[in-house]
Protein backbone atom coordinates (compact mmCIF):
# COMPACT_ATOMS: atom_id res chain seq x y z
CA UNK A 1 0.00 0.00 0.00
CA UNK A 2 1.23 3.33 -0.87
CA UNK A 3 2.07 5.67 2.27
CA UNK A 4 0.86 9.17 3.64
CA UNK A 5 1.10 11.44 0.89
CA UNK A 6 1.62 15.42 1.84
CA UNK A 7 1.75 18.27 -0.76
CA UNK A 8 3.50 20.73 -1.14
CA UNK A 9 6.35 19.19 0.38
CA UNK A 10 8.01 22.75 0.84
CA UNK A 11 6.28 26.58 0.70
CA UNK A 12 7.15 29.55 1.49
CA UNK A 13 4.39 32.22 2.20
CA UNK A 14 4.58 36.02 3.40
CA UNK A 15 2.87 37.32 6.16
CA UNK A 16 -0.86 37.97 5.79
CA UNK A 17 -0.73 35.29 2.97
CA UNK A 18 -3.10 31.98 2.93
CA UNK A 19 -1.71 28.38 2.34
CA UNK A 20 -3.48 25.26 1.57
CA UNK A 21 -1.70 21.82 2.60
CA UNK A 22 -3.05 18.66 1.38
CA UNK A 23 -2.96 14.79 2.43
CA UNK A 24 -3.52 11.71 0.90
CA UNK A 25 -4.44 8.90 3.10
CA UNK A 26 -3.49 5.56 2.85
CA UNK A 27 -6.33 3.71 1.10
CA UNK A 28 -9.47 2.33 3.58
CA UNK A 29 -8.53 5.24 6.27
CA UNK A 30 -10.79 6.96 7.29
CA UNK A 31 -9.42 8.98 9.76
CA UNK A 32 -7.23 12.06 8.80
CA UNK A 33 -5.34 14.12 12.06
CA UNK A 34 -3.06 17.18 11.81
CA UNK A 35 -0.42 18.00 13.48
CA UNK A 36 1.84 21.20 13.96
CA UNK A 37 5.58 20.48 14.83
CA UNK A 38 8.20 23.08 15.88
CA UNK A 39 11.49 22.82 17.46
CA UNK A 40 10.00 25.06 20.49
CA UNK A 41 6.72 23.12 21.43
CA UNK A 42 6.87 19.65 19.56
CA UNK A 43 3.75 17.97 17.42
CA UNK A 44 0.93 19.61 18.58
CA UNK A 45 -2.27 18.71 17.65
CA UNK A 46 -4.80 20.58 15.35
CA UNK A 47 -7.75 18.85 14.17
CA UNK A 48 -9.19 15.00 13.10
CA UNK A 49 -11.49 14.42 10.79
CA UNK A 50 -12.89 10.59 10.54
CA UNK A 51 -15.91 10.65 7.28
CA UNK A 52 -15.57 14.05 6.78
CA UNK A 53 -16.16 15.34 9.88
CA UNK A 54 -14.09 17.44 12.53
CA UNK A 55 -13.98 15.35 15.57
CA UNK A 56 -11.30 16.52 17.62
CA UNK A 57 -10.10 20.05 17.60
CA UNK A 58 -6.76 21.32 19.24
CA UNK A 59 -6.30 24.49 21.05
CA UNK A 60 -5.53 26.66 17.58
CA UNK A 61 -7.20 29.79 16.61
CA UNK A 62 -9.78 29.94 14.17
CA UNK A 63 -7.26 31.17 11.06
CA UNK A 64 -6.57 27.55 11.17
CA UNK A 65 -9.15 24.76 9.43
CA UNK A 66 -9.72 22.44 7.42
CA UNK A 67 -11.78 19.45 5.58
CA UNK A 68 -12.02 16.10 4.39
CA UNK A 69 -13.18 14.98 1.05
CA UNK A 70 -15.70 12.10 0.76
CA UNK A 71 -12.66 9.84 -0.58
CA UNK A 72 -11.04 10.43 2.74
CA UNK A 73 -8.40 12.83 1.42
CA UNK A 74 -7.94 16.10 3.62
CA UNK A 75 -6.78 20.00 3.60
CA UNK A 76 -6.17 21.80 5.96
CA UNK A 77 -5.84 26.14 5.37
CA UNK A 78 -4.45 28.30 7.48
CA UNK A 79 -5.39 32.44 6.61
CA UNK A 80 -3.20 35.78 7.03
CA UNK A 81 -0.15 34.05 8.52
CA UNK A 82 1.85 35.08 11.05
CA UNK A 83 5.65 34.19 11.42
CA UNK A 84 4.92 32.26 14.03
CA UNK A 85 2.96 30.32 11.42
CA UNK A 86 6.46 28.64 9.98
CA UNK A 87 6.54 24.87 11.22
CA UNK A 88 6.20 21.51 9.65
CA UNK A 89 3.04 20.61 9.27
CA UNK A 90 2.60 16.69 9.32
CA UNK A 91 -1.04 14.57 8.57
CA UNK A 92 -1.67 10.92 10.15
CA UNK A 93 -3.58 8.69 8.77
CA UNK A 94 -5.55 5.88 11.10
CA UNK A 95 -7.63 2.77 10.31
CA UNK A 96 -9.55 3.04 13.53
CA UNK A 97 -11.00 6.13 14.96
CA UNK A 98 -11.03 4.75 18.21
CA UNK A 99 -7.49 6.59 19.30
CA UNK A 100 -6.21 3.21 20.30
CA UNK A 101 -4.92 2.81 16.94
CA UNK A 102 -1.69 2.80 15.04
CA UNK A 103 -1.27 6.17 13.29
CA UNK A 104 0.40 6.28 9.99
CA UNK A 105 2.41 9.74 9.09
CA UNK A 106 3.29 11.84 6.09
CA UNK A 107 6.62 13.27 5.59
CA UNK A 108 5.24 16.52 6.28
CA UNK A 109 5.20 20.31 4.62
CA UNK A 110 7.66 22.80 5.56
CA UNK A 111 5.97 26.19 5.39
CA UNK A 112 7.80 29.01 6.29
CA UNK A 113 6.00 32.48 6.65
CA UNK A 114 8.29 35.33 6.08
CA UNK B 1 -1.96 21.94 30.23
CA UNK B 2 1.05 19.60 29.40
CA UNK B 3 -0.23 16.11 29.31
CA UNK B 4 2.63 14.09 27.99
CA UNK B 5 6.25 14.95 29.86
CA UNK B 6 9.30 13.90 28.17
CA UNK B 7 12.09 15.17 30.80
CA UNK B 8 15.38 14.33 29.12
CA UNK B 9 15.88 16.15 25.55
CA UNK B 10 19.35 14.41 25.02
CA UNK B 11 20.21 10.90 26.15
CA UNK B 12 23.59 9.01 25.15
CA UNK B 13 24.51 5.71 26.40
CA UNK B 14 27.04 3.28 25.29
CA UNK B 15 26.36 0.19 22.77
CA UNK B 16 25.45 -2.58 25.08
CA UNK B 17 24.12 -0.69 28.08
CA UNK B 18 20.38 -0.55 29.36
CA UNK B 19 18.62 2.25 28.11
CA UNK B 20 15.55 4.11 30.20
CA UNK B 21 13.56 6.67 28.34
CA UNK B 22 11.15 8.36 30.65
CA UNK B 23 7.89 9.28 29.64
CA UNK B 24 4.94 10.72 32.59
CA UNK B 25 1.44 11.43 31.88
CA UNK B 26 -1.97 13.60 33.22
CA UNK B 27 -4.85 12.20 32.54
CA UNK B 28 -7.24 10.82 35.29
CA UNK B 29 -9.10 8.17 32.99
CA UNK B 30 -7.93 5.64 31.29
CA UNK B 31 -5.32 6.10 28.43
CA UNK B 32 -4.24 4.31 25.76
CA UNK B 33 -0.10 5.04 25.48
CA UNK B 34 2.04 4.87 22.89
CA UNK B 35 6.05 4.97 21.42
CA UNK B 36 6.91 6.37 18.40
CA UNK B 37 10.35 6.89 16.51
CA UNK B 38 11.42 8.70 14.04
CA UNK B 39 14.61 7.27 12.68
CA UNK B 40 17.38 9.62 10.90
CA UNK B 41 15.43 11.17 7.30
CA UNK B 42 12.44 8.65 8.50
CA UNK B 43 8.68 9.01 9.27
CA UNK B 44 7.44 9.67 12.32
CA UNK B 45 6.50 5.40 13.23
CA UNK B 46 4.50 3.35 16.17
CA UNK B 47 7.39 1.48 17.93
CA UNK B 48 5.10 0.20 20.77
CA UNK B 49 1.66 0.82 22.47
CA UNK B 50 0.50 -0.35 25.97
CA UNK B 51 -2.47 -2.31 25.26
CA UNK B 52 0.19 -4.71 22.82
CA UNK B 53 2.20 -5.37 25.77
CA UNK B 54 5.06 -6.28 23.37
CA UNK B 55 8.41 -6.46 22.82
CA UNK B 56 9.49 -4.72 19.82
CA UNK B 57 12.93 -4.26 18.35
CA UNK B 58 13.71 -5.60 21.89
CA UNK B 59 11.88 -2.54 23.56
CA UNK B 60 9.50 -2.52 26.41
CA UNK B 61 7.14 -0.33 28.12
CA UNK B 62 5.15 -0.61 31.18
CA UNK B 63 2.30 1.39 31.86
CA UNK B 64 2.58 1.90 35.38
CA UNK B 65 -0.97 3.89 36.45
CA UNK B 66 0.33 4.61 39.89
CA UNK B 67 3.31 6.71 39.10
CA UNK B 68 1.50 7.95 35.57
CA UNK B 69 4.63 6.76 33.76
CA UNK B 70 5.36 4.79 30.43
CA UNK B 71 8.62 4.50 30.62
CA UNK B 72 10.82 2.72 27.57
CA UNK B 73 13.41 0.35 27.87
CA UNK B 74 15.79 -1.70 26.48
CA UNK B 75 18.64 -3.55 28.27
CA UNK B 76 21.36 -3.79 25.49
CA UNK B 77 21.15 -0.73 23.42
CA UNK B 78 22.26 -1.18 19.55
CA UNK B 79 23.59 1.47 17.08
CA UNK B 80 20.64 1.70 15.56
CA UNK B 81 18.56 2.49 18.23
CA UNK B 82 19.89 6.14 18.20
CA UNK B 83 16.85 8.04 16.92
CA UNK B 84 13.96 10.39 18.46
CA UNK B 85 11.55 8.91 20.50
CA UNK B 86 7.98 10.33 21.15
CA UNK B 87 5.59 9.25 24.12
CA UNK B 88 2.17 10.00 23.18
CA UNK B 89 -1.11 9.60 25.33
CA UNK B 90 -4.72 9.71 23.58
CA UNK B 91 -7.88 9.56 25.68
CA UNK B 92 -10.09 7.66 23.16
CA UNK B 93 -11.61 10.37 22.52
CA UNK B 94 -11.10 9.44 18.10
CA UNK B 95 -7.28 10.38 16.72
CA UNK B 96 -6.26 13.30 19.20
CA UNK B 97 -2.95 12.54 20.63
CA UNK B 98 -0.80 13.91 23.47
CA UNK B 99 2.85 13.97 22.15
CA UNK B 100 5.87 14.94 24.49
CA UNK B 101 8.47 16.81 23.22
CA UNK B 102 10.81 14.19 22.58
CA UNK B 103 14.09 12.24 23.60
CA UNK B 104 16.69 11.90 20.58
CA UNK B 105 19.18 8.78 21.79
CA UNK B 106 22.07 8.58 21.05
CA UNK B 107 24.29 5.36 20.84
CA UNK B 108 27.76 5.60 21.42
CA UNK B 109 29.72 2.70 19.19
Known amino acids: KAGVTQTPRYLIKTRGQQVTLSCSPISGHRSVSWYQQTPGQGLQFLFE???????NKGNFPGRFSGRQFSNSRSEMNVSTLELGDSALYLC?????????????FGPGTRLTVT | AQRVTQPEKLLSVFKGAPVELKCNYS??????LFWYVQYSRQRLQLLLRHISRESIKGFTADLNKGETSFHLKKPFAQEEDSAMYYCALSMNTGNQFYFGTGTSLTVIP
Open chain 2, 27 to 32: YSGSPE
Open chain 1, 49 to 55: YFSETQR
Open chain 1, 92 to 104: ASSLTGTGAGEQY
